[in-house]
């Protein structure tokens, strides 16, 4: 097992890719290091697979075009998987490669100082309010860098967890890997040789559902509790919005129970297709009279609780409200142990399997 794999991405043209691999050749080369190099690419042009089929005399070199790559972690994860070094080492198209930066990449890694290593550079944080969003995942502020490096054993690990869909792999692998000690090797500007790309709306959308499934993964029930009451508390803007509209054409009582229902079943949709997302391929149906069956459920302890501690309690008996609000609470509770283990819970047959399945390994020839 060679101690080195470093994953090329390219997308777009590879016009310039020839002339990258001769860098990163006189980077190993005056690094004494032993490294494969793999490449992934849509489009392998004749002048890459010509430059590859020359430097395979000295370093092995293998060119890899996934037929439908999801995004830049499902390249990623096909490079991974056709590699076989102790470490891996991610290096960006958009920086000229070095044997300095591959060192310090490399180096904390080979020496186990550490569980992952990202690149940073002035200028590739996040925003201010994406850093906020990020923070409770990791402390570590650079994650749009496209350059890190994890162990082989550690990525083995947390490969069938990984979601290739995913539009950041650096906060993809870093939480997925449950890395403890990251280091941070800062790189000067100057080792950038083509700007960074503007982020699309589309891509913004990718990143927002990438950490909602991280903030599952990491806090588990926690995350799907806060999930689950935010749409609880839409269903009552729902709920009065409806009401006020149907009052002009119904009488009270049956407006009153209309606008409940509409509530209800809006709630039942954004818990089936956002909170608890990976069941929203059940019987809909099914799921959606369980579903009425919980939130049943859940009111009667409403109920329950609000009467009990205003009969037992003089101190809720003068103040109702707070009972009240006391019995919103555990009824909400209730309902949502109900919606989570049975209305929507996993099966048994599911739960080895991943919501997303990995990409697979893609043939790959040697240049």
Request: overall charge neutral.
């Amino acid at each position: 097992m060679l101690p080195l794999s470093i994953i090329l991405p390219i997308s777009g043209e590879t016009d310039n890719s020839a002339s990258l691999l001769s860098q990163l050749e006189q980077a190993l080369i005056d690094d004494g290091l032993s490294a494969e190099i793999i490449l992934v690419t849509e489009h392998a042009s004749a002048e890459l697979s010509q430059a590859c089929q020359q430097l395979t005399q000295t370093i092995p070199v293998q060119l890899i075009s996934p037929p439908q790559p999801e995004s830049p972690t499902a390249v990623l994860m096909e490079g991974m998987q056709a590699g076989s070094g102790k470490i891996i080492l991610v290096l960006d198209t958009a920086y000229c490669p070095s044997s300095e930066i591959i060192k310090s990449l490399y180096s904390p890694l080979q020496d186990q100082q550490t569980d992952f290593v990202l690149a940073t550079f002035p200028g590739n944080t996040h925003s201010m309010f994406a850093g906020w969003l990020t923070r409770p995942l990791t402390k570590t502020k650079a994650l749009q860098t496209g350059c890190f490096a994890i162990s082989r054993n550690r990525f083995e690990q947390c490969r069938e967890i990984l979601n290739p869909a995913s539009p950041q792999p650096a906060l993809e692998f870093l939480v997925k890997s449950r890395s403890q000690s990251v280091v941070e090797v800062s790189l000067p500007p100057g080792d950038l040789q083509s700007p960074q790309k503007g982020v699309s709306f589309s891509e913004r959308v990718r990143w927002g559902v990438q950490l909602k499934e991280l903030y599952e993964f990491k806090f588990k029930n926690y995350a799907y509790f806060l999930q689950f009451a935010i749409v609880g508390s839409s269903g009552v803007i729902v709920n009065l919005l409806a009401l006020s509209l149907l009052l002009s054409w119904m009488i009270r009582p049956v407006a009153v129970a209309v606008a409940i229902w509409i509530a209800m079943t809006s709630n039942f949709l954004l818990n089936r297709h956002v909170t608890f997302s990976y069941a929203r391929h059940a019987p809909i149906l099914k799921q959606y009279l369980a579903y009425c069956g919980s939130c049943l459920t859940g009111n009667c302890f409403n109920w329950l609780t609000t009467l009990v501690l205003c009969g037992s309690i003089s101190y809720f008996a003068e103040r109702t409200l707070i009972a009240a609000l006391i019995g919103i609470l555990v009824g909400m509770g209730f309902n949502f142990l109900l919606c989570r283990l049975l209305v929507f819970g996993k099966h048994k047959a599911d739960s080895t399997v991943p919501e997303t399945e990995p990409a697979g390994k893609s043939q790959s020839s040697p240049g």
